[in-house]
């Protein structure tokens, strides 16, 4: 992508997601969804420089088809026609507590969603609650990955020494799913992290999935060069 001045063009994770902070500091973050990720878009990001940010963005309707999204409760509409989507958000930071607000518009499902997301810094402990909600909850649209009307996410982190931190991340929708996920991130050297993580689903509607709870473990090596 090309970024200039507030500007950005091409290739990039939906503004939907990022410009409110994505969804903790875990791999599987996603469990319940809460918006897509790479597509093509036009955003244009505002920074006070005093706490004060703001958005807008028109993204890539053909490139991430509702249908592309996870669901435990109802089958969206594919991506349709030439028109693109929009995302707006605003937000304020006064360093140790932070508030954002997003939304987008899907217009081949002719519906949205809204976020909201609080943050908090106490010592060495970050914290978040994010709260959304489908303008239709009886179907997914691109910007609403979670079953029914609404759905919630929170975490926290925690830096124990100067290379060992821990995170953990819960999550629950109206359809009665509900994730949890927690990891440790150990930095042994530096530009060396090992972050073995585990995750557990627990769905209302197990036929959907195979089984009413899920057990996962992960770990992963990254390296910086």
Do not use: C
Not at 15 to 38: H, K, L, M, T
Not at 68 to 81: D, F
Not at 185 to 208: A, C
């Amino acid at each position: 992508n090309i970024q200039l001045a507030g500007f950005t063009v091409g290739l990039a994770d939906s503004v939907y997601s990022s410009f409110i902070g994505y969804a903790g500091n875990v791999i599987n973050d996603d469990v319940i969804g809460y918006g897509p990720f790479e597509l093509n878009q036009i955003n244009y990001t505002y920074d006070g420089g005093n706490g004060f940010r703001a958005t807008i963005a028109l993204e890539d309707d053909g490139e991430y088809g509702v249908d592309n999204i996870r669901s435990v409760w109802a089958p969206g509409n594919k991506a349709s026609g030439y028109m693109v989507d929009v995302v707006a958000g605003l937000g304020y930071s006064t360093g140790a507590f932070g508030f954002t607000v997003v939304g987008g518009y899907d217009e081949s499902a002719n519906e949205g969603a809204i976020k909201a997301r609080v943050d908090g810094t106490f010592g060495n402990i970050t914290a978040f609650l994010m709260g959304g909600w489908n303008t239709d909850g009886r179907f997914n649209n691109k910007y609403a990955g979670w079953g029914g009307d609404w759905a919630v996410w929170g975490g926290a982190s925690a830096k124990f020494t100067d290379t060992l931190a821990g995170n953990i991340q819960l999550s629950y929708d109206d359809a009665e799913t509900f994730a949890a996920a927690a990891n440790v991130q150990w930095h042994p050297v530096q530009n060396l992290l090992i972050q073995p993580e585990v995750t557990y689903t627990k769905y209302d509607n197990p036929r959907n999935v195979g089984s009413e709870s899920q057990w996962n473990g992960m770990i992963r090596f990254e390296r910086q060069f």
